[in-house]
C-alpha cells in the first residue's frame, strides 16, 4: 500500500521536523519516529477509522 501525502502536509511535516531539529536533536528524532509509526498504522488498517492516537478521521476519496 502506498501512502500519498498532500503537498501541504509534507510542507508542514519538513517544517516541523526543521523547528524540532533546532531545539532538540532527540526531539526531532522523536517526531520523526511518530511519523514513521502513524504511516506504519495506515498501512497496517488502511480502512480503520476514528484512530485516536493520531487524530485522523476516516474518509473514502473517490477515484479519479
Do not use: K, T
Request: charged fraction near 30%.
Amino acid at each position: 500500500l502506498e501512502v500519498e501525502y498532500l503537498e501541504q502536509a509534507v510542507a508542514e511535516a519538513v517544517a516541523a521536523a526543521e523547528w524540532y531539529a533546532e531545539r532538540s536533536l532527540a526531539a526531532a528524532a522523536g517526531f520523526e519516529a511518530e511519523l514513521h509509526e502513524a504511516e506504519s498504522a495506515i498501512r497496517d488498517l488502511p480502512n480503520a477509522c476514528g484512530w485516536r492516537r493520531f487524530d485522523i478521521q476516516c474518509g473514502i476519496l473517490p477515484e479519479d
